[in-house]
């Protein structure tokens, strides 16, 4: 697969640009600068006649912003006065989220943590029914595991659809009609008289789950300010990383005393508290909120020049285009994706295995019954936490690293020295399981393997999306979504093999086999730590990625030497208003330079 698929809208660009120019040297970078940005506006002599909308400060000139619609940004078209862009009242503005009260930011980052919990605990909380559905309908338990194999599945298809559906409308309509849909889509499993009619429920509700386990994210990252960010989603991690382990354990007793079909009315029912709870929950997605400003500020004056810079979005035939595109080609052509998406796939899939291992070990092998067979998975939830609560330590370790010249931050590979550790603490954790599983082992230790087990894999998920985030930049989320979907179909398909292995191999070397595995792959991380830097120079994509910025960066230092002597001419009696209005016009052109986000069209600070 040619990676010039990644570069054409780059190219694009540039042709129709030489094409409307021909006279002008391919090389002439200051010539063609100085076409493209703005006109800055200053006070003009002649007397204009000022709307009552408009600002009462100076009159100003029509300003020329030459904003582009390509596939790589979007901007604005046409002739638009800087003074009419609708913005935050300051950096206090009370209308942003990063504002709002303390109070209020507990409460949101409260109820999406409870409502990505539910999303995420009805995948488990189904292994818990399975003996249930097996006597109901006659099947074998390979079949009946069918339900979490659909369910994944149609969480990695829903995680595709629903981050640009947020873009064209926000995040808050996304939340509220996915949350309605999936409560709705649970009344069908809990009623059906077949078996086919688990399935299908099940695979929709997962899409519509999804906008919950995609989008959440960027809601907290909306709300949380720089010095906070990492403890806020350590505090919002705590339910959805813990509720593949609620799952079961609310599942089982539920089943055990109130029977399979009860299992998902209770999932029903917290859907719809979470239903209620996503009401109170306002928008946080910046570039919606701007939009919404601006038309009601045109509505409210009947002038049509007030504008955002988000006015122009992109269909949502494009932004599906891109992300349904670019994350596969980005899996097997980057480097960094390949062996990431790969080993984070494997670690997911035995992760998702163990929930079908575990009733195997402990019910069968054992003779637990439903509800304590839940309680096994204790282990795995105190494992989790355990990394959860240990950030601002992990933090610590991180920042001891020696900086990137370039950034003056930790490089990414800071973050694949705690992935190094989980990655060793996983295969211990299987292979301390696989041998204390059964009797006459106590029961304890089984229990106490699943500590370091998915403290492992939780540090892999956090620190190995966060390195996939600061290798590619504005190309995150292409990263992110690829890594998503081959570790959801993995996840989805390892633990139909589960009951079969453990038959065959019986609970010691089927366990001890998916260790192995885990172990074959410990190298993996140790190898991007040592040479990650090295490898991230290779990549084709991240050195377009870096020139594009460092071009960026160039010309906006020339717009801001090019304003500076305009700014230094206003007579003294004007500083302030010219200032201000300047400032208006200077943050109109740092917007397609300093701010855009190159894939999505949106500002680093409010992308998730």
Known sequence: MSFSGLDKDFEKDEANYRSANPTESPHSESNRWSKEIPTVSTPSDESEPVEKSAPKATNFREVPLQRSKSGVSVGTTGTQNPAFEVDWDGPDDPNNPVNWSLGYKSMVIAMMSYSTTVTVLYSTSYTSAIPGLMEQFGISQTVGILGVTTYLLGLALGCLISAPMSEMV????????????????????????????????????????????????????????????????????????????????????????????????????????????????????????????????????????????????????????????????????????????????????????????????????????????????????????????????????????????????????????????????????????????????????????????????????????????????????????????LRSITGATLPLAGPALYQTLGPHWAGTLLGLLELACVPIPFIFYRYGARIRSKSALIRRMQEEKKSLEGKRERVERRLQPEIMAEPAVETGAALGETGASMEAEESPIERIDLEKGFTKETVA
């Open 170 to 485: 926000g995040r808050r309509p996304v939340y509220l009609v996915s949350m309605g849909f999936f409560a709705i889509l649970v009344l069908p499993t809990a009623l059906t008289k077949t078996f086919e009619g688990v399935l299908i429920p099940r695979f929709f509700g997962a899409v519509a789950a999804a906008a919950l386990v995609s989008n959440a994210p960027g809601s907290i990252n909306d709300i949380a300010t720089d010095e906070y960010r990492a403890l806020v989603f350590s505090i919002w991690g705590i339910g959805p990383m813990n509720g593949p382990v609620i799952g079961p354990l609310i599942g089982g007793w539920v089943f055990q005393y109130a029977g399979w079909r009860w299992v998902n009315w209770v999932v029903m029912i917290a859907g719809a508290v979470s239903f209620c709870f996503l009401i109170f929950v306002k928008e946080t997605y910046a570039p919606s909120l701007l939009r919404t400003k601006a038309h009601l500020r045109r509505k409210e004056t009947g002038d049509e020049r007030w504008w955002s810079r988000y006015d122009e979005k992109k269909s949502i035939t494009e932004l599906l285009k891109v992300n349904l595109s670019r994350p596969f080609i980005m899996a097997v052509t980057e480097p960094i994706c390949i062996f990431w998406d790969v080993y984070i796939a494997i670690v997911y899939a035995i992760l998702y295995l163990c929930f079908v291992a575990y009733p195997i070990t402990f019910s069968q092998y054992r003779g637990w019954s439903p509800g304590f067979t839940g309680l096994a998975y204790t282990g795995i939830g105190v494992g989790s936490l355990l990394t959860i609560v240990s950030e601002p330590l992990i933090r610590r370790v991180i920042n001891r690293h020696s900086p990137d010249p370039e950034t003056g931050r930790p490089p990414p590979e800071a973050q694949v020295s705690i992935i190094c550790v989980g990655a060793i603490l996983i295969p211990a954790g299987e292979l301390w399981f696989a041998w204390t599983c059964v009797q006459p082992v106590h029961w304890i230790w089984p229990i106490l393997a699943g500590v370091p087990f998915c403290a492992g894999n939780t540090a892999i998920f956090i620190y190995g999306n966060n390195y996939m985030l600061h290798s590619y930049g504005v190309y995150a989320a292409s990263a992110l979504a690829g890594n998503a979907v």
